[in-house]
């Protein structure tokens, strides 16, 4: 079946530095794939997203592109901030069904 | 809109005691969502609804969880009875269908549901 994994956090990083956070996906067909953030004491909410092989999807200095040849969506960003702490999930989406498969969430803390 | 809104904030119960979730969705959303989140398991979807109608329920873990949908505006997720192991935070969301393939789902705060 469909899953999505991870790579396992915590991520610690200093303020200013580079970042990335590797996701790779097993699915059949072409999923829709996406990148989820959870800031602390909120719900998810999307943070960027591709619908095809090749694409980059793009957000508040946060990348990622849907390489299909490696099965990976991984989550880059040149220079994290202080308020980019939060717990990131990579998602991938089936469609049809409009029912999404979560990784299990990378933690990522950022200080001054 | 509010976003999606979720009660109570947290909840913390005692073992055997019956335990409901409530959620209001976004106005004009159609499809429904349950989450559970827990160190273990990460995020796991326990049930979602479309046009109030439960679709699929595979991911409610046993008997002891029940979830209804009486109207567009409204859902909840029940237990009972309550478990030490059902502590965890559960997450509403919703969609608006039109956009399946974009597959954005609106999240609640969610609720912090402790069982001792």
């Known amino acids: 079946g469909n899953s999505v994994t991870q790579m396992e956090g915590p991520v610690t990083l200093s303020e200013e530095a580079f970042l990335t956070i590797n996701c790779t996906y097993t699915?059949?067909?072409?999923?829709?794939l996406f990148w989820y953030v959870q800031y602390p004491g909120e719900g998810l909410q999307l943070l960027l997203k591709?619908?095809?092989?090749?694409d980059k999807g793009s957000n508040k200095g946060f990348e990622a592109t849907y390489r299909k040849e490696t099965t990976s969506f991984h989550l880059e960003k040149g220079s994290v901030q202080v308020s980019d702490s939060a717990v990131y999930f990579c998602a991938l989406g089936s469609g049809g069904y409009n029912k999404l498969i979560f990784g299990a969430g990378t933690r990522l803390a950022v200080h001054p | 809109d509010a976003g999606v809104i979720q009660s109570p904030r947290h909840e913390v119960t005692e073992m055997g005691q019956e335990v409901t979730l409530r959620c209001k969705p976004i106005?004009?959303?159609?499809?429904l969502f349950w989450y559970r989140q827990t160190m273990m398991r990460g995020l796991e979807l326990l049930i979602y609804f479309n046009n109030n109608v439960p679709i699929d329920d595979s991911g409610m873990p046993e008997d002891r969880f029940s979830a209804k949908m009486p109207n567009a505006s409204f859902s909840t997720l029940k237990i009972q009875p309550s478990e030490p192991r059902d502590s965890a935070v559960y997450f509403c969301a919703s969609s608006f269908g039109q956009e399946m393939r974009s597959e954005k789902l609106f999240f609640g705060s969610g609720t912090q549901l402790s069982v001792l």
């Open positions: 699915a059949t067909g072409y999923p829709s």
């Open positions: 591709a619908t095809k092989a090749d």
């Open positions: 106005s004009g959303h159609d499809y």
